[in-house]
């Protein structure tokens, strides 16, 4: 099993541009999550999901967009980038909510200029 | 507001010894916690947790305390490995609220010396 796998690993935009950030588990996992880690600082939420078809949103959703068609794809939209996003991007899975393990990818180094 | 806080960023001990990271709470409501590691350029893996009903669990030379007086956990580490230098994350949940989601500290820097 790849696990939680996430491309790109490393990314530049302009401020402006947009993007899409993509995450695959391979574990059959029903929920997955995007958090952002800024330099210093824990691991935030950002969106998450039960299932495909449903997400919903965490604690810093501003500035991004979910879709979940299939159990397996979770990807991140960034809509006009700004600065305040240059972050490292982590996805996760779990095969429950709260008390289960979460799964995470490397992560996704952007940086917004 | 910080929910979970770990106030040490960063902790050197030697090789053999005895490491020891600290994390502290605020919401009575959380009910279960859970220490992540991580190494550069990966991302965190879970390494252990507890329940608030217990007040110690322990894994091989993983242990984590929670007094629940004092909002406080800590994760036990002995003997000590260079292979455990990395940042280690406490998390919180609280299932019937916040969706069920964790709330991470700042995290720990540790470095584990030969």
């Known amino acids: 099993n790849a696990g939680v796998t996430q491309t790109p690993k490393f990314r530049i935009l302009k401020i402006g541009q947009s993007m899409t950030l993509q995450c695959a588990q391979d574990m059959n996992h029903n929920y997955m999550y995007w958090y952002r880690q800024d330099p210093g600082m824990g691991l935030k939420l950002i969106y998450y999901s039960v299932g495909a078809g449903i997400t919903d949103k965490g604690e810093v959703p501003n500035g991004y967009n979910v879709s979940r068609s299939t159990t397996e794809d979770f990807p991140l939209r960034l809509e006009l980038a700004a600065p305040s996003q240059t972050s490292v991007y982590f996805c996760?899975?779990?095969?429950?909510?709260?008390?289960?393990?979460?799964?995470f990818g490397p992560g996704t180094r952007l940086t917004v200029l | 507001d910080q929910q979970v806080k770990q106030n040490s960023p960063s902790l050197s001990v030697q090789e053999g010894r005895i490491s020891i990271l600290n994390c502290d709470y605020t919401?009575?409501?959380?009910?279960?916690f859970l220490w992540y590691k991580k190494y550069p350029a990966e991302g965190p893996t879970f390494l252990i947790s507890i329940s608030s009903i217990k007040d110690k669990n322990e894994d091989g030379r993983f242990t984590v305390f929670l007094n629940k007086s004092a909002k406080h956990l800590s994760l036990h580490i002995v003997p000590s490995q260079p292979g455990d230098s990395a940042v280690y994350f406490c998390a919180a949940l609280n299932y019937g609220g916040s969706q069920g989601n964790l709330i991470f500290g700042k995290g720990t820097k540790l470095s584990v010396k030969p």
């Open positions: 996760a899975s779990s095969r429950d909510r709260g008390y289960n393990e979460q799964f």
């Open positions: 919401n009575s409501m959380f009910d279960y």
